[in-house]
């Protein structure tokens, strides 16, 4: 009898084991497996739990879906209250390499760009980190790239719940704009030097959503025109970005040559927040609401006037 009840004793400990063990096995045979907008395949053993962004809008996509947990740090440009606490790592185009391998990250994002950013995922790659390299411009992009940090997390239902959120959010606003007048918007992004937000940029996705046009129909993200094109185009509304790009902008108003524009004669001229307006993030969504209710008050208040 002895015998028999530790032979049933080890048989049941031995299946405990067991048990245990095969979580841990499927985990290891199951990676992540995601290809970024570079088309690099990455490969995570697990949900990544340490996460650097060096692009704000990541963080603004992991912040909205409640992944705050696993931001281990920031950019000097990245000033959200919420990440006030967390080291700084550099800039978005200068990284401070020692400084990001000393935390260690599983996953690090980086916004696909300009030649430096393109080199910085290079030697972030060499020096044997996991880096996920993303390209958006507008909505459909915004969304597909919070899906996939949202699936790199481990929190791809999350990340799904928040974009189906923002969709309806959007389509109250077009239901808000629907049969009205579509003005055409210029989008400053600095001046003097006029650089304005091209057809392929946040900008001009939000000025769509809010039921506007881009008076540039330039394909660019950025195009850079002189004010005789300015003055061509006189566009109906006129919006004007403050932030890291346009620090200080001279109110249209006060600039010689623009009194002119149609405009600015109607006072048609809006600042607006370079974080909220030209970055793919969910903000975005905000900033569209907020274009359409300015449009819905001032050309109402036209029409009011006209009658």
């Not at 793919?280 to 006209?306: C, D, S, Y």
Request: hydrophobic fraction near 45%.
């Amino acid at each position: 009898m002895h015998i028999i009840t530790k032979l049933t004793t080890l048989l049941a400990s031995a299946t405990l084991v067991l048990a245990l063990a095969v979580p841990a096995l499927t985990a290891e045979s199951s990676p992540l497996v995601f290809q970024d907008d570079s088309g690099t395949e990455l490969r995570l053993a697990a949900p990544a739990t340490r996460i650097v962004a060096l692009y704000g809008a990541f963080n603004d996509m992991l912040l909205e879906m409640g992944l705050e947990d696993r931001i281990i740090a920031r950019t000097s440009a990245d000033t959200r209250s919420e990440l006030a606490a967390l080291p700084v790592i550099g800039t978005h185009m200068r990284p401070n390499f020692e400084s990001v391998a000393a935390l260690r990250p599983d996953l690090i994002l980086q916004f696909e760009g300009r030649q430096e950013a393109q080199d910085q995922v290079r030697r972030l790659r060499d020096l044997g980190f996991t880096v996920a390299v993303f390209h958006g411009a507008n909505f459909t992009d915004m969304f597909r790239i919070m899906e996939g940090i949202g699936f790199l997390a481990g929190k791809e239902d999350d990340a799904k719940s928040c974009v189906a959120a923002m969709r309806k959010r959007l389509a109250a606003i077009a239901a808000t704009r629907e049969g009205k007048k579509r003005p055409r918007i210029f989008f400053e992004i600095r001046s003097p030097n006029l650089l304005a937000a091209g057809e392929n940029s946040m900008a001009s996705a939000i000025i769509e959503a809010a039921g506007g046009l881009n008076a540039v129909s330039l394909p660019d993200r950025v195009a850079r025109l002189n004010e005789e094109e300015l003055i061509r185009l006189n566009p109906d509304a006129y919006l004007v970005q403050k932030g890291p790009m346009n620090t200080s902008p001279v109110p249209p108003a006060q600039r010689p040559h623009y009194r002119t524009l149609q405009a600015v004669k109607m006072d048609r001229v809006l600042e607006v927040d370079e974080a909220l307006f030209s970055r793919p993030a969910p903000g975005a969504v905000r900033a569209a609401e907020e274009l359409a209710t300015w449009l819905n008050t001032v050309f109402t208040e036209e029409e009011r006037a006209a009658d």
